[in-house]
T-cell receptor, first 112, second 113 residues
Framework: RKEVEQDPGPFNVPEGATVAFNCTYS??????FFWYRQDCRKEPKLLMS???SGNEDGRFTAQLNRASQYISLLIRDSKLSDSATYLC?????????????FGTGTLLAVQP | DGGITQSPKYLFRKEGQNVTLSCEQN?????MYWYRQDPGQGLRLIYY???????QKGDIAEGYSVSREKKESFPLTVTSAQKNPTAFYLC????????????FGNGTRLTVT
């Protein structure tokens, strides 16, 4: 089993739709979690940190489910500009930044 | 504006040649990292440095070398010993401390033929 797993997609959704991605992680001692957005042939950019209590930033909501060992990202009212690959990133116990584990990403394509 | 700058954006080299990728940051971050990204794979750590004049191997350091003579700079050399050097290389930095997110440079796409 991979340490961090994501559905590669693509998720093809119409503008205005709500879409959700999940990311599962294998190590129950994992400490911190992030969602990054990566546009085609560009660098990843931090989208959100994921807190135990869940967090929301505008149209984006991130949730953590420690019991089932997954994090989720919900995007409401999808825009064309949301089209990108969304990377799930997990930090193991201890939070060492040199031990980050990256998922392979989920590709979202928002259609007009 | 603070940020991380990688250069060049695209680099083409012949097999057997060493090549050095530049990474400069003005975020005053202590920690810097080099990753490579290949299609269908997550980012993999090549080298990292948590302080000037010190660096450690990551998961795939073979065929690469780095230096950290200045806080702002962390160049990566891809040597001829690297068996499959064609990839997208990403430099990142972070503040010291656990659970810090990474800030990435714009990447260098290296093609070796």
């Amino acid at each position: 089993r991979k340490e961090v797993e994501q559905d590669p997609g693509p998720f093809n959704v119409p503008e205005g739709a709500t879409v959700a991605f999940n990311c599962t992680y294998s190590n129950s001692a994992s400490q911190s979690f992030f969602w990054y957005r990566q546009d085609c042939r560009k660098e990843p950019k931090l989208l959100m940190s994921v807190y135990s209590s869940g967090n929301e930033d505008g149209r984006f909501t991130a949730q953590l489910n420690r019991a089932s060992q997954y994090i989720s990202l919900l995007i409401r009212d999808s825009k064309l500009s949301d089209s990108a690959t969304y990377l799930c990133v997990v930090t193991p116990y201890g939070g060492a930044t040199n031990k980050l584990i990256f998922g392979t990403g989920t590709l979202l394509a928002v259609q007009p | 504006d603070g940020g991380i700058t990688q250069s060049p954006k695209y680099l083409f080299r012949k097999e057997g040649q060493n090549v050095t990728l530049s990474c400069e940051q003005n975020l005053n971050h202590d920690a810097m990292y080099w990753y490579r990204q290949d299609p269908g794979q997550g980012l993999r750590l090549i080298y990292y440095s948590q302080i000037v004049n010190d660096f450690q191997k990551g998961d795939i350091a073979e065929g690469y070398s780095v230096s950290r003579e200045k806080k702002e700079s962390f160049p990566l050399t891809v040597t001829s010993a690297q068996k499959n050097p064609t990839a997208f290389y990403l430099c990142a930095s972070s503040v010291q401390g656990a659970n810090s997110p990474l800030h990435f440079g714009n990447g260098t796409r290296l093609t070796v033929t």
